[in-house]
């Protein structure tokens, strides 16, 4: 049912479009002769490049992962209390988007700044092509601002860094090897009732990965503290653990398929994808040069041309 209901949504667009540009073609006809206006061929033509457009950058989203949901983490980069509010205002930047795309969101961890903002914090969404759009985001976030927590009133420069992975489904089998898990309890802080600081529902887990292919280990580390049982969050912790290790799949994928190299440098973890310079009244994306004066209207959600702009670029090279 999922490829027919795939199929038929690229038929439907594609007769969309062949009625919008027939219904334009035949307006360009009556022009000529008078029986409609100009404004009303502008509108049809507007009409037909809204569409292909859309069934452009759909087209940029054809990858298995992309179709999932996403779960994103914001950390605060070095430098105090004002990368620390930098962090929490990118996490609202996204939960504005999430929230106008219709999209199901869950903080699953969050740990407070020291006197402002957050150190870090995790963000399941789930919703249709989540991953798709969101993976535009993976990197570090720059802020050029006065800073309200500088007594000189003195221009500072701030970093965050936004790290997102697929959140799997049941539709995608990964192997947890049971031996290689280990968990610790402890006291979810903040809002959440009486039993908050009396009973240990928050959950670390630490997962020991082994590459099969090179034998190099790592530890992974994810804490969950969204629920108010144990059970429930070491539940969601697994699905956290296993779409890190789909992610982690995914990278060995996309290195074997000789990827454009400076596309590749593009979505690096690491690499400084956008500014935002509040007193020049702009941001700015460093890889498609895309940019909006727009400041308020961006920290409020609308990163749609942002992500429209990348995929248009990348999304083929992928």
Request: proline share 1%; hydrophobic share 35%.
């Amino acid at each position: 049912m999922k490829v027919v209901k795939e199929l038929k949504f690229w038929i439907n667009s594609y007769n969309d479009v062949k009625a919008a540009a027939d219904e334009l073609q035949l307006a360009f006809e009556y022009v000529k002769e008078g029986i409609v206006s100009e404004e009303e061929v502008d509108s049809h033509y507007s009409h037909a490049i809204g569409l292909i457009e859309d069934l452009e950058l759909k087209n940029m989203l054809r990858r298995e992962e992309d179709k999932l949901g996403a779960v994103l983490k914001i950390n605060a980069g070095a430098g105090g209390t004002e990368s620390q509010d930098w962090a929490s205002m990118l996490f609202r930047m996204y939960q504005r988007w999430c929230e106008n795309k219709k999209y199901k969101i869950t903080v699953t961890n969050w740990q407070d700044g020291d006197d402002a903002g957050i150190k870090t914090a995790t963000l399941q969404v789930e919703g249709d092509l989540a991953y798709g759009f969101l993976k535009c985001e993976n990197g570090v976030h720059r802020l050029v601002r006065v800073s309200p927590y500088n007594a000189q009133g003195k221009r500072m420069t701030s970093f965050a860094s936004v790290f997102v992975v697929p959140l799997v489904d049941d539709t995608i089998e990964i192997e947890v090897n049971a031996a290689d898990l280990s968990w610790d309890t402890f006291r979810s802080s903040g809002a959440g009732g009486q039993n908050v600081n009396k009973v240990e529902t928050g959950v670390r887990l630490h997962y020991l990965f082994k590459d099969p292919d090179t034998g190099e280990e790592q530890e992974i580390v994810i804490e969950n503290t969204e629920g108010r049982s144990q059970m429930g969050n070491r539940e969601n912790a697994l699905r956290l653990l296993k779409s890190q290790l789909y992610e982690i799949e995914l990278e060995k994928r996309r290195a074997a398929q000789a990827v454009i190299e400076a596309g590749k440098k593009k979505i690096e973890w690491g690499s400084q994808i956008r500014s935002y310079v509040f007193d020049d009244r702009r941001v700015k994306d460093h890889r498609t040069n895309y940019q909006s004066s727009d400041v308020t209207g961006v920290m409020d959600g609308d990163l749609d041309e942002f992500i429209k702009a990348y995929l248009m670029e990348y999304g083929g090279g992928e």
